[in-house]
């Protein structure tokens, strides 16, 4: 493979990822093809139960794909992925390190000694939590929580951000602020992002390409959507502009679709294991 | 595997593991109240007022022949012995022995314990083939192993620690295993994402992890290796609490069955404190509520 600018950041070949539970397997995700360009953001976006998460693991290196490849900057991924910086869902920080050695903690395991504390002290106060360097995670609030797994994360300095549904269970304001801030770190870092989440409104507010899984199990990409709003973004205003809803709209009607096919298939008690012999 | 029997740690199952941080604010966290918190000036009176009551009861009722103070001494004459035991200092070797025992067991059965379920809990091939040995041992009365020990180790303190071993060893190891196992997996994949290899991970998530799972069943771990010493001492030796217990008792002196309880009853309540102290300083990330003792 061609090294350099040209090749993709990250690149997708036909992954499937398939569980192998009890009750037989479980095909996440099957034959899914996704190209994402270095420096680029990137959201995936689908109805409940369609494998986002999933995608993000095997790029991440966390789970293997059952079949197909996962390429970082042209080479295949083996093992996990050392260019990644992961952010979770749920809660990720250690409950026994107070603010400051959460943040420091990547670098603690890489065996950074020198300015350790001197340079996670700067990224606390670079996501606004000076003053609660020695608070535990206990005590606080989710948005603290968020802002401190961010900088966790940004401070190993990963060429790749995966982010899953990072801001999902903040109320609406925080996460507004929440995703101002990201875009003003992440502008001119020259780091690819891969957000994933179920809400199109911040998919769409934050992304140059929304990329549209189909409703689970099995899911496959349905249609990638560029997203040609101006840079850089004001989010709290950006969601009344009249490109904003003709691109909203535009990726709605098709999401629509698969939502309401995972509704049906829910409500038909398929959405299950059952749907799936033919796991390969 | 994960049918592993709880053995000894019944009492304990109240407690839930604490190693997915609650999403709770920074406010007020002093709410403590009841039996966890300070006590209040009404149960403490009450808690004394119990106690004057059934210490002068018991007095009353010796004195007057309601009580036989030939099998039920009295709180004077145990006092008395106390007094004795302390003046003379003959009570300073055998609380020192027991004690010794206990810490042997304590931290021999401790670090085996914590050893083997690491090993088990990250082994899963190796847990399933040894669960059903596991299980056997736990379900044995331990009691009966104390003859045995007896005949391997002598009537020194040996004995009394490899007893007082088989009891801690499996309350740790089970709280070891079971806190591994429990680990948030979110926390294991965010450590190995940061760069986090397999020691790593051992000091930074796993072992921090079950801490809270050991440190709640230390109470209980303690008193079995205090229990273990004891009982060692009682079945044969020269020497400790249980052997000033068994000599009192083959003289039919119960005023010394009943100063040695107490002494031993003393003890016990000021190691849990110190173990209180240590807990709480140790566990000091956990929200005041998640911790089991006040």
């Not at chain 2, 196992?181 to 290899?197: C, F, H, I, S, T």
Request: charged share 20%.
């Amino acid at each position: 493979m061609a090294d350099g600018d040209d090749s993709a950041a990250v690149e997708l070949r036909g992954v499937t990822m398939t569980y192998h539970g009890a009750e037989g397997d479980y095909t996440a995700v099957r034959e899914v093809d996704l190209t994402v360009a270095p420096g680029r953001f990137v959201s995936v976006v689908g109805p409940t139960g369609c494998g986002k998460s999933t995608v993000l693991n095997a790029v991440a290196g966390l789970r293997e794909p059952s079949a197909g490849q996962v390429l970082i900057g042209g080479e295949p991924l083996r093992g996990l992925n050392r260019r990644a910086g992961y952010m979770f869902q749920q809660d990720a920080l250690l409950p026994w390190k107070t603010v400051v050695q959460n943040v420091a903690f990547g670098l603690e395991l890489s065996g950074v000694e020198a300015e350790r504390l001197a340079r996670a002290h700067e990224w606390v106060v670079r996501v606004g939590l000076a003053g609660f360097e020695n608070a535990y995670p206990h005590q606080l609030s989710g948005g603290m929580r968020k802002r401190t797994a961010v900088a966790q994360t940004w401070i190993g300095d990963p060429d790749i951000l995966l982010m899953d549904e990072p801001f999902g269970a903040l109320d609406v304001q925080t996460r507004q602020i929440m995703e101002n801030e990201l875009l003003t770190l992440w502008t001119d870092s020259g780091k690819t992002v891969l957000f994933v989440t179920h809400d199109l409104e911040e998919a769409v507010s934050l992304s140059d390409e929304v990329v549209l899984l189909s409703a689970g199990p099995g899911s496959g990409v349905v249609g990638r959507y560029p997203v040609d709003l101006p840079r850089p973004r004001d989010l709290l205003d950006i969601r009344t502009t009249p490109r904003f809803t003709e691109l909203y709209g535009a990726i709605w009607a098709d999401l629509r679709n698969e939502v309401m096919r995972t509704y049906e298939r829910a409500s038909h008690g398929t959405a299950g294991a059952g749907a799936v012999q033919d796991a390969g | 595997m994960s049918a592993l029997p709880t053995g000894p740690r019944a009492p304990e199952l109240s407690k839930t593991p604490a190693d997915t941080a609650p999403s709770r604010s920074a406010g007020p966290r002093r709410r403590r109240t009841g039996w966890t918190g300070r006590v209040r000036p009404a149960v403490l009176t009450a808690q004394l007022g119990l106690a004057v009551l059934l210490v002068a009861g018991w007095e009353v009722g010796s004195r007057t022949g309601v009580v036989d103070p030939f099998f039920f001494s009295s709180p004077t004459a145990v006092a008395g012995r106390i007094g004795q035991w302390l003046g003379s200092g003959e009570i300073a070797g055998h609380l020192l022995t027991t004690l010794l025992e206990a810490a042997l067991a304590l931290v021999i059965g401790g670090v085996l314990g914590l050893g083997i379920g690491f090993l088990l809990a990250r082994a899963r091939t190796l847990a399933a083939v040894l669960d059903p040995y596991i299980k056997v041992l736990n379900a044995l009365p331990r009691v009966v192993l104390a003859p045995i020990f007896l005949l391997w180790f002598g009537l020194g303190i040996w004995s009394k620690v490899a007893f007082g071993v088989t009891l801690v060893f499996f309350i740790v190891f089970f709280n070891t295993y079971q806190g591994v196992r429990e680990v948030d997996r979110v926390l294991v994949d965010n450590a190995r994402m940061l760069g986090a290899k397999e020691s790593q991970l051992i000091r930074h998530v796993l072992l921090p992890s079950a801490m809270s799972w050991i440190f709640s069943s230390l109470h209980t771990s303690v008193g079995f290796a205090i229990v273990g010493a004891v009982v060692g001492e009682y079945l044969g030796a020269s020497e400790g609490m249980g052997y000033l217990i068994a000599q009192a008792e083959g003289t039919f002196d119960t005023t010394g069955v009943f100063a040695g309880m107490v002494v031993l009853s003393v003890v016990v309540v000021a190691i849990d404190l110190l173990v209180n102290r240590v807990e709480r300083r140790l566990l000091r990330w956990q929200p005041a509520r998640e911790r089991t003792h006040g």
